[in-house]
């Protein structure tokens, strides 16, 4: 951006040294619809991405309540069932902080989605055969199944969540939009006998901040902006265990 508001500059400098009075005339509607769009580009990519960054944190605290729910009613199963329904739930809580502690482990990740997803179908078995036992209460199993049913959802939903993103085409089109708005801004800054390259260093700098803020709250567990903090909720949860 600042190669090209300094190319910019010159090429307006030309004109303007050309045509002083030609230059002022006929550049000011297309500059203002341009930032105009970039404006509006920008808006709405970063509401976008704010409105994702807050959901993604709502959903751990929604499988974190579901899991509290399933676990507490655990004790609705028959004594002898306990124990190893509430070891499975330690472990699957393990496994789901796992998945999120170091978002640059591809590999790691992979195993602990397929291990949550292994004790997800171990816990459900247990429970169906301690419903299904002689001295499984049924009343009991309505309450304790569904919400199983939901604490395994919600994994989806978090799935889905981390790969919902805008298409890439929307921040090549941002991108597009900043170089030019660049290069109109310098051609704009011609006419002054003396350019504070302050501004235009200035000018740069904000928007590549902008840019790196919406892309950092897209995805939030790998740059400065940390989703992380709302996993404490499931942290807390298994300590409680």
């Keep these: 951006m600042i190669v090209l508001l300094e190319a910019g500059r010159r090429m307006g400098r030309k004109?303007?040294?050309?045509?002083?009075?030609g230059y002022e005339k006929g550049h000011g509607t297309i500059d203002g619809a341009v930032f105009g769009l970039l404006g509006l580009l920008i808006a709405f990519t970063f509401s976008g991405a704010a409105s994702r960054f807050e959901g993604r944190r709502e959903l751990v605290t929604q499988e974190a309540n579901a899991i509290g729910t399933a676990?507490?009613?655990?004790?609705?199963?028959?004594?002898?069932?306990?124990?190893?329904?509430?070891?499975?739930?330690?472990r699957y809580v393990d496994s789901r902080i796992s998945i999120f502690e170091n978002p640059k482990d591809a590999a790691g990740?992979?195993?602990?989605?397929?291990?949550?997803?292994?004790?997800?179908?171990?816990?459900?078995?247990h429970a169906v055969s301690a419903c299904q036992a002689q001295d499984g209460a049924v009343d009991a199993c309505k309450l304790l199944l569904p919400a199983l049913n939901?604490?395994?959802?919600i994994t989806t939903t978090r799935i889905?969540?981390?790969?919902?993103?805008?298409?890439?085409?929307?921040y090549l089109l941002m991108?597009?939009?900043?170089?030019?708005?660049?290069?109109?801004?310098?051609?704009?800054?011609?006419?002054?006998?003396?350019?504070?390259?302050?501004?235009?260093?200035?000018?740069a700098f904000i928007m590549a901040v902008v840019f790196y803020v919406i892309f950092d709250l897209e995805y939030p567990r790998m740059g400065l902006i940390k989703v992380s903090n709302a996993d404490l909720v499931l942290k807390e949860l298994r300590e409680s265990m």
């Excluded at 676990?71 to 330690?90: G, I």
């Excluded at 990740?109 to 171990?122: G, M, R, T």
């Excluded at 889905?160 to 929307?170: E, F, G, K, S």
């Excluded at 310098?186 to 200035?202: D, E, P, Q």
Aim: charged share 20%; with cysteine; glycine share 4%.
């Design 71 to 90: 676990y507490l009613r655990v004790d609705l199963l028959p004594s002898s069932a306990q124990p190893e329904m509430r070891e499975l739930f330690r």
């Design 175 to 203: 991108a597009m939009m900043c170089l030019l708005s660049a290069l109109l801004a310098g051609y704009g800054l011609a006419g002054n006998k003396s350019i504070r390259h302050v501004h235009m260093v200035t000018f």
């Design 109 to 125: 990740i992979k195993n602990n989605y397929a291990l949550s997803a292994s004790l997800q179908n171990d816990i459900w078995k």
């Design 150 to 153: 939901e604490m395994i959802d």
């Design 15 to 21: 004109k303007y040294l050309i045509d002083p009075e």
């Design 160 to 170: 889905m969540a981390t790969r919902n993103h805008p298409p890439m085409v929307i």
